[in-house]
């Protein structure tokens, strides 16, 4: 069975992108529901800087549509500051603020670790041992929040899922076969990040999905991928459609107002 292609954006909420892609007059509580009805999915980031309340996670899964996805980038508490060391209690306090009430629409968390943070082969292993494989076994690691986070969490799952992890490196060191075995034998994605020649390219099938990010080819986060270009992007994706595994892929090139029509005109050619 062929995979599923899920085209998004990074994130929703820029101010540039009022009147361009959002409407004149959109209400910016409702600009999540717009988006989600011209693309298939969205790279929550939010969670990456803070954690969310559980009503926010319940008011973003129900704006969006059936069927839609959800990737959720996970803290940067656990990726910048404790740079993957002694996470599990963060990872407790994020699984149990409210991320799993997303049910169906949950995707791929996502881990970005940080330039100029070197490759550390046991702190990789404990970390990725840590990442709960399903919706059950997170519910399990989430009970153990810390005391802090009372009143504030979200202790229930609909029913027991698959769950699916990215990480995307940003220094060359990572580029590692230890750190590829590690990912591969933990059915974790190594993400495939185009950031215009700054950080690592990494083209490595480590998980039954792939995980791109495209953050721009010329200039980090501001050009955008002309035809050519996208047409390149597609002739790639679609040989792991075929093999059966499903493709997520995000466009970060959000400062020029590129990334929801690049995401647009890669999912059409994908269809």
Same mark, same amino acid.
Request: glycine share 8%.
């Given at each position: 069975?062929?995979?599923?292609?899920?085209?998004?954006?990074?994130?929703?909420?820029?101010?540039?992108?009022?009147?361009?892609?959002?409407?004149?007059?959109?209400?910016?509580?409702?600009?999540?529901?717009?988006?989600?009805?011209?693309?298939?999915?969205?790279?929550?980031?939010?969670?990456?800087?803070?954690?969310?309340?559980?009503?926010?996670?319940?008011?973003?899964?129900?704006?969006?549509?059936?069927?839609?996805?959800?990737?959720?980038?996970?803290?940067?508490?656990?990726?910048?500051?404790?740079?993957?060391?002694?996470?599990?209690?963060?990872?407790?306090?994020?699984?149990?603020?409210?991320?799993?009430?997303?049910?169906?629409?949950?995707?791929?968390?996502?881990?970005?670790?940080?330039?100029?943070?070197?490759?550390?082969?046991?702190?990789?292993?404990?970390?990725?041992?840590?990442?709960?494989?399903?919706?059950?076994?997170?519910?399990?690691?989430?009970?153990?929040?810390?005391?802090?986070?009372?009143?504030?969490?979200?202790?229930?799952?609909?029913?027991?899922?698959?769950?699916? +992890?990215?990480? $995307?490196?940003?220094?060359? &060191?990572?580029? @590692? /076969?230890?750190? =590829? *075995?590690?990912?591969?034998?933990?059915?974790?994605?190594?993400?495939?990040?185009?950031?215009?020649?700054?950080?690592?390219?990494?083209?490595?099938?480590?998980?039954?999905?792939?995980?791109?990010?495209? +953050?721009?080819? $010329?200039?980090?986060?501001? &050009?955008?991928? @002309? /035809?050519?270009? =996208? *047409?390149?992007?597609?002739?790639?994706?679609?040989?792991?459609?075929?093999?059966?595994?499903?493709?997520?892929?995000?466009?970060?090139?959000?400062?020029?107002?590129?990334?929801?029509?690049?995401?647009?005109?890669?999912?059409?050619?994908?269809?």
């Amino acid at each position: 069975m062929p995979g599923a292609a899920r085209i998004g954006i990074s994130g929703w909420t820029y101010a540039p992108w009022r009147g361009v892609f959002y409407p004149a007059g959109l209400r910016h509580a409702d600009e999540l529901a717009y988006a989600a009805t011209r693309l298939s999915s969205i790279e929550l980031n939010g969670s990456f800087y803070s954690l969310q309340r559980p009503a926010s996670w319940e008011r973003w899964r129900d704006a969006t549509p059936e069927g839609f996805v959800l990737a959720v980038k996970g803290p940067r508490y656990v990726t910048h500051l404790l740079r993957l060391r002694g996470a599990r209690s963060a990872l407790a306090n994020f699984f149990a603020s409210g991320v799993l009430t997303l049910g169906p629409k949950l995707g791929p968390l996502l881990w970005q670790l940080p330039p100029r943070f070197a490759f550390d082969a046991e702190a990789f292993e404990a970390f990725c041992a840590h990442l709960p494989q399903s919706t059950a076994s997170a519910l399990e690691l989430a009970r153990g929040h810390e005391e802090r986070m009372t009143g504030r969490v979200a202790l229930r799952i609909d029913e027991d899922r698959p769950l699916r +992890h990215a990480i $995307e490196v940003r220094d060359p &060191s990572w580029d @590692d /076969p230890l750190m =590829l *075995d590690t990912l591969r034998r933990h059915g974790i994605a190594c993400v495939l990040a185009d950031t215009a020649g700054r950080y690592p390219v990494l083209d490595e099938h480590t998980a039954a999905f792939r995980y791109l990010r495209l +953050h721009g080819d $010329e200039e980090l986060y501001t &050009s955008g991928y @002309d /035809p050519p270009a =996208l *047409d390149g992007w597609a002739e790639r994706i679609r040989p792991w459609l075929a093999a059966g595994q499903d493709v997520y892929a995000y466009f970060d090139n959000d400062v020029k107002v590129r990334a929801p029509f690049d995401a647009m005109a890669l999912a059409a050619r994908l269809r």
